[in-house]
C-alpha cells in the first residue's frame, strides 16, 4: 500500500511542480503581452489616479484636460471642451476602449513618465508627492481648424495643412467627427452606449481618421508627381502634344478621355492649367516604366508617414502593373489604383512649397512640463528630398497659373499668389460619385502654409468638381490662417 | 529522535512567524489605504495571539508527539488569507468580510480542539463508517433540498440556515474520506482479488466494480444537479485515489479515468454549463464580455503582478469582481505579491502534501494510513484544481483554496483534517515510527 500512497505523493508533487511552471509562464513570459491588453483596465485605472497632462492649442484654448473627481472610484475624468473639433487629433481616453491619436501616442509624456525627468520631478516622488503629467501644445490654431471645419461644412471629408517648412501642422480636420467625451465618460454603459451607435453609423464612419487614415484615388492633383516624374527625368516642361479629345494607349482598348469631352493639348504648363488629361496619360504612357513610381516614392507614397498619430501608406499600383503602357497613362491622372491619404497629398504640396523638400509632419509644437516650463520643442525635420529645387520651381509657376487662369480660380485670393491643383476621381462602380480635390499653398514666393482638401461623394456632373467643391474650401483656411499669422 | 517537547516548541515559533504575517499583513493594507494604524489592530492581535496559542497548547496537551508543521502550515495559509480578504474590503459592498473570517476561524480552531479532545484514536473512527457514508451523502446532496438549497453564481452549493449561509460538501468531503478510509481498509483485500485478466492487467469479480459505479452515480448527480463541477470531480478523484492506494489494482484507475471521461464528455454534450467552461477554458478571451470575463481578469491579475506583485492594496483584483475572496483569492495573491508569494503558497501546499503522504506511509494500520492519504489528497487535489482553474490550465470549477478562500464550511472542514492528521501523526510519533528530521519523511518509512 505504501508503494501507492508514496507514488500518489509524487504525482501530487508532480502536479504542483506543473501548477507551478504555468503559474511562472503566465507571470513572466506571457505578463507584457497580457499586463497591456486591450481589455487589461489595470495600468489605465492607475493612470487614472495621476494627474494626466492637457492638450492646448497654440492660442491656449484647452482641448483636452483633466477634471478632478475624488469621489469617483477613477480619480479624474477626462474632458473636451471643443468636443468634436479636435477628436480627430487628441482622440479618446476611455476606460474600456482604451487611448487613441494623441492620447495614445504621447501617453508616456501626458502621463509623465514619458517625458523628461527633472531634478525637481525626482524630489517630487521621493517625497511623494503625485505625478503630474506634462502638457502638449498643438501648432494649430483654433480660429484655423475652425475655418477648415466650417468650410467643409456638413460634408464628409478632410483638411489638412502644414506649414511647408517646419512640417507643423496648422489644420487637421476628419468629417464626419465624433464626441471624445461621450467615450471618455466613467458610466460603462454611456462608453458602450456611445462606442456602439458610432461604430454602427456606417453611413457616416465618424471614428474614422480620413485625414491621416482614409485612402481616396488623389485625381488629377497627381499630375503634379506625374509632371515631376518628367521633369526630374529630364523630360521638359516645353515638351508638347497635339491638341486632342482622347488617348488610346498601346496595347489595350482603354480610351482615356478629357474632362466634358474637351481638346486639350500644348506644353506641360497649359496642359496642368486646364489639367489635361490626354496630355499627362500619354505623357506617362511614354515615359520609361521606373519614372513615375519612382517618384511618386520620393514623395513618399507607399511610406507611412511619421506624423505623430496613427496613419496610413498611400498607395501605387504594384512594378509589374505600372510597366504597362496603359495602368501607367492611368495611374498618372490619379485613377486605377492609386490612392492617397489627404496628409499625403497635403505632403505633396508642401514638398513643391519647400523647393522639393518634404517635411516631417508634426502635431505638437512644445511639450510643457506641469510648471509651464517647456521641456521639449520639436524643431524641423525633412522626411522626404522628392525633387530638385529646379524641378520645384517649374511645378510652382505652373500651379500659380492654375491659381490664376485654370481649374482652382476658386482657391485665389486677392493680393496674394497662390499656387494649386485641382482634382476629381470617379468612385463607385459606375462613376457616379466623384472624390473632390485641391492641394495648394500660399503665398507663392514665401511659402506659410501647404494645404490638401478632400471631399468626399460629391455628384457626378460638372458642378461637384474639385474646382468648384475643394478650392473654395482652400481659399477660408488659407484666409483664416492668413489673418492669424499675417501674412 | 526529536522529543515531543522539540517539536512542540518548533510548532510554537512557526505560529509565532504566522502571527506577525496576518497582524503585519493586515498593518501594511490598511497602510496602503491611509497613513495610520488601523484601528481593529489590537483587537485582531489579540483574537489572533489567542486563536494561535489555544491551538498550540491543545496541541501540546493533547497530541506532544504530533507532526510540529501541519498546524502552522495551515494557520500560515489562513493568515495569508486573511490579509488578502481584509484587503478586498476595499470595494466597499465586502466590508465586514475580515471579520467574519475571524469569527469562521474561532470556530474552525474550536472544532480543532474538539476533535482532538474526543478522538483519542483515529482508530475508533472506522466503527462508524456507515455513518460517515450517510452524512457524507447527504451532505453533499442537501443542497438539493428545494426548501434549504440557494444558487450563488450559478452553482447551488449551498444552504441557508437562518443567517448562516453554508457549503455543506466542504464537511461532507472529509465524512466520505472517513467512510472510504474504513470501508477500503476492510475490503482491500477482498477488492485486490483478481479473477481474470485482460492482457497484463488482472482484472476483480465485476461485481467490486459496485461501489466504483456507485461513487460515479453520486458525482454526476451533484454535477448535475447542483451544477458544482469542483465537488463533483474532486469527490469521485479522491474515491479513486483511495481505491488504488488500497488495492493497488491499475484496473481500478483506468476503470476511474476511464469513466471520468465518459460521464465528462457526455457532461459536454448534455449540460450547458460544462460546455461552457470548458469553451471558455479553450478560449477565455473569446467570451471576454461574459463568461470569460473573471478568468481573463484574473490572467490579468497575474501578468500585471508579475515577479514581485504590485504590493498590497496597490493591484485591482477587485476587478475580477465577484469571488475574488473566495475561488479567486490565489490570483488576489498573484497580482499584489507576485510569482514569489505565489511560489511561496505553493511551496507551502507541498510541503503540507509530503508531510501528510509521509505520515501516511509510517502508520501502523490500514485504516490510519488511508485516512491521512486520503485527507492530504483532498487538500492537495483541491489546491491543484483550483489553481489550475484560476490560471486556466484546466478548466475552472469553482473549489475553494483550503485555509486560505473565505467561508467557514471550508475553513471548518480544513481544520478538521489537520486535527485528524495530527492525531494520526501523535499515534505514530507514540510508537516511534517517525523518520529523523534529516531525511525527506515521504521516503522513509517501510512498505507493506
Known sequence: MNRQIRAVGYTMLVLFGVVFMNLSWLQLGRAEQLANHRANTRLLLKEYALERGAIRSVNGDTLAVSVPTPDSQLKSLRTYPTEGLFAHITGYYSLRYGRERLERSYNGELTGKGGVVTMQDLGDRLLGKGQKGDTLVLSIDTSVQQAASSALGGRKGAVVALDPVSGQILAFVSQPSFDPNQLSQHSPQGQ???WVALNQDEENTPLVNRASRGTYPPGSTFKVITAAAALEHGIGADTSFPATNEYQPAQTDRVIRNFGGSTCGGDMASALTVSCNTYFARLAAEMPAGYLE??????????????????????????????????????????????????QMAL?????????????????????????????????????????????????????????????????LPGVQVAAKTGTAQTGETGDESIAWTIAFAPADNPRIAIAVMVEGAGPGSDETGGRVAAPIVRQVLQAHRSVAGW | MITGTAKRNTEASLLVISLVIAIGGYWL???????????????????????????????????????????????????????????????????????????????????????????????????????????????????????????????RLWIRLGPLSFQPSELGKIALVLFFAGYLSERRELLAVTTRKIGPIGVPALRHFGP?????????????????????????????????????????????????????????????????????????????????YQVVQSLFAFATGGAWGTGLGLGRPDLIRFSVHTDFIFSALGEELGLVGGAAVLTAYALLGARGFGLATRCRDDFSRLLAAGLTFTIGFQTILIVGGVTNLIPLTGVTMPFMSYGGSSLLSNFIAIALLIRISDEVGRQGGEAPPTEMNMAAGGGR
Open chain 1, 348 to 412: 505633396v504640396a508642401a514638398g513643391i512649397a519647400n523647393s522639393g523638400r518634404v517635411p516631417v509632419p508634426k502635431l505638437v509644437k512644445q511639450i510643457e512640463d506641469a510648471r509651464g516650463a517647456v521641456v521639449k520643442q520639436t524643431s524641423a525635420e525633412t522626411w522626404k528630398e522628392a525633387v530638385s529645387p529646379e524641378t520645384a520651381s517649374i511645378i510652382k509657376q505652373m500651379m500659380i497659373n492654375v491659381a490664376a487662369n485654370g481649374t482652382a480660380k476658386a482657391a485665389s
Open chain 2, 29 to 155: 493594507v490598511a497602510l496602503a489605504r491611509s497613513a495610520t494604524v488601523p484601528a481593529g489592530i489590537g483587537v485582531y492581535g489579540a483574537i489572533y495571539g489567542g486563536v494561535y496559542a489555544a491551538a498550540h497548547l491543545a496541541v501540546r496537551k493533547l497530541a506532544p508527539r504530533a507532526d510540529s508543521l501541519m498546524l502552522p502550515i495551515g494557520l500560515m495559509l489562513n493568515a495569508i488569507g486573511f490579509v488578502l480578504i481584509s484587503r478586498l474590503e476595499i470595494p466597499t459592498e465586502n466590508e465586514g468580510l475580515a471579520a467574519a473570517q475571524t469569527r469562521w476561524l474561532v470556530v474552525a480552531i474550536a472544532a480543532f480542539i474538539a476533535v482532538l479532545y474526543f478522538v483519542k484514536d483515529v482508530r475508533a473512527l472506522a466503527r462508524y463508517r456507515y455513518t460517515f457514508a450517510f452524512a457524507g451523502v447527504v451532505l453533499l446532496l442537501l443542497p438539493m433540498l428545494p426548501l434549504l438549497g440557494r444558487e450563488i453564481n450559478g452553482a
Open chain 2, 212 to 292: 466504483v459505479l456507485g461513487a460515479w452515480g453520486v458525482s454526476l448527480l451533484v454535477m448535475v444537479n447542483q451544477k458544482d463541477l469542483g465537488s463533483s470531480l474532486l469527490f469521485f478523484a479522491i474515491f479513486v485515489a483511495m481505491l488504488w492506494m488500497a488495492t493497488g489494482r491499475p484496473i481500478y484507475l483506468i476503470a476511474g479515468v476511464g469513466m471520468f471521461l465518459v460521464g465528462a464528455f457526455i457532461a459536454t454534450r448534455l449540460f450547458s454549463h460544462v460546455a461552457a467552461r470548458i469553451a471558455v477554458w479553450h478560449d477565455p478571451f473569446a467570451y471576454i464580455d461574459d463568461r470569460g
Open chain 1, 294 to 343: 519612382e517618384t511618386a516614392k520620393a514623395f513618399g507614397f507607399t511610406e507611412t508617414p511619421p506624423l505623430d498619430i496613427s496613419s496610413v501608406a498611400s498607395r501605387l499600383p504594384d512594378s509589374d502593373d505600372l510597366k504597362s503602357p496603359a495602368f501607367r497613362a492611368l495611374s498618372s491622372i490619379g485613377q486605377y489604383s492609386v490612392a492617397a491619404t489627404p496628409l
Open chain 1, 192 to 194: 458602450q452606449d456611445a
